[in-house]
């Protein structure tokens, strides 16, 4: 389904005010000092990147820890702690040469034990551990060199730990066998950690013994030569649309995200502010609890998936700032296919209500989740509970911060829909944009053999046209069991005052290589 005229001119104006300011920035020797304040929507739940998937942890996080293989600006696979790696000739053995004179945050030097400490902590309780499914060993026979060997050749295996959805962060190897959420905050990167006040505010300030790769040129994606100039960045959580913007207009806030369709309109005449709009930011959506009744019956997902108007939802809950269409890969990307599109936005109250009767639904309450911290989750879960409350179901919303909605997830008996926006799968491929919804992870709480099977197709087979029809395969499952339901694209504005030098936008902010003009 294509934007309506409206939708289309409003994402054209702002991408083009957008380009047009970031290239009047005047260009300035990077200045080194001062304390920059970025506005944050959303509560960090935790520091601990191997166990979060929420991008309020990343957008920290990112900041202080690093990886062994990351992405760089075009998310392609990129060294990052990690000098290179070579692939066996069978395909079972990668062998990384680890960067020496790497220092963590408190003065120890990073070596091969601490990312096998790492890759072990991770392949044990990492949210994302699938990503590891396939390792048969690790070893660090010296400071230098860190080896994994496979179970069977995975063409896909730097696509998948190189992937930022749930990082696999190092970290020193004393924390291996620190629970979820227990790690102390040390990581390699240029910044370090300050102090963390939940609900205010998270404090990180430059790392002098960070020693950048003199091998690599500037910013590129999570890698390349990182230059910390700053004295410190505070993330500060701004809940409020209108009152990130006005901190901008004032100066109290130099970085913001998430400036609402009609404000980024305004601000565009601003000579002192350069707004960033980012087309399919995320996929605006929700998971489906398959334990809890009523949504443990197919016929009870299903008459919510069609009785749902996905543009009404959508038009709220963005102020028209989106597009529709069902894939779960954007336009554009190599595995984009819109295979199941005979499920999504199928907007038909009257074969909802007959597949409620179907079901034989008796009226049970439907609980859905969401969260006051994103907007556009809170907006979207508003206008679903009427449609729902439309077709005859009786619906109950429960709202929380964003830290609270992601604790109240673990608990599959107090859910039945809860809202997300699965921002970083479809913009890094198709690997991490489905890994969630297979085993272990199972965010739909029961597994799917059907749907673990077809993804170890999608990682193992050993042609792209394989992997390919793979996905269209799995993209069809989620749609058609109802894993997960698809709203539509959220296109994402933030912005910047002009003082700021050398900030690019990208999926996680980053601030090294970054300047306040004095």
Partial sequence: MQMTRRKALVGSALIGAGAALHRGATAQAPRRGGDLVFG??????????????????????????????????????IADLAEGWEESADGLTYTFRVR??????NGQDMTARDVLASWQR??????????????????????????????????????????????????????????????DPIGT????????????????????????NQAAPGTNGFAGRKVAHLDTVRFRLVREPGARVAGLETGELHVVEDVPTKAAERLRTNRDIRLLPMKHWWLQGAWMNHQRPPTNTLAVRRAIQVGLD??????????????LQPGLQYPG?????????????????????????????????????????????????????????????????DVFDWATAVARRQDAASWNVWFTGQGTGPAVGPFTATIEVVSPSNLQVVPDPTLDAIYADLVNKPTEAERKQ?????????????????FGDLTKVQAARTTV??????????????????
Avoid: C
Wanted: glycine residues 6%; proline residues 5%.
């Fill in 40 to 77: 944050q929507e959303a509560t960090v739940p935790t520091l601990d990147m191997h166990f979060s998937s929420s991008i309020a942890t990343r957008n920290v996080a990112m900041n202080m820890f690093e990886m062994l293989v990351s992405r760089d600006e075009n998310n392609a696979p």
């Fill in 122 to 183: 991770y392949a044990r309780m990492g949210l994302q551990r699938r990503s590891l499914g396939e390792v048969a060993g690790m070893e660090a026979p010296d400071a230098a060199t860190f080896v994994v060997k496979l179970k069977q050749r995975q063409p896909t295996f730097i696509d998948q730990i190189s992937s930022f959805a749930v990082p696999i962060s190092i970290h020193p190897a004393d924390q291996r066998d620190r629970d979820g959420g227990r790690t």
């Fill in 189 to 212: 990167g240029p910044f370090q950690f300050v102090e963390f006040v939940p609900d205010s505010h998270v404090l990180i300030r430059r790392f002098d013994g960070y020693v950048p």
């Fill in 310 to 323: 996905m543009e009404a939802i959508m038009e709220i809950a963005t102020d028209g700032a989106y597009d």
């Fill in 470 to 486: 793979a996905f269209g395969r799995f993209q069809e499952r989620v749609y058609e069991q109802v894993h997960f339901l698809k």
């Fill in 333 to 397: 990307n190599p595995y984009y296919t819109d295979a199941g599109k005979q499920y999504f936005n199928a907007n038909d109250p009257a074969r909802a209500r007959a597949l409620l009767r179907e079901a034989n639904y008796q009226g049970q309450e439907l609980v859905i989740v969401t969260n006051n911290s994103f907007t556009s989750m809170y907006n979207a879960a508003v206008v679903m509970t009427e449609q729902l409350r439309a077709i005859g179901m009786r619906v109950r919303m």
């Fill in 100 to 105: 020496q004179g790497v220092k963590f945050h």
């Fill in 501 to 518: 030098q050398g900030f690019v936008p990208y999926r996680i902010p980053r601030f090294w290589n970054v300047s306040l003009a004095g």
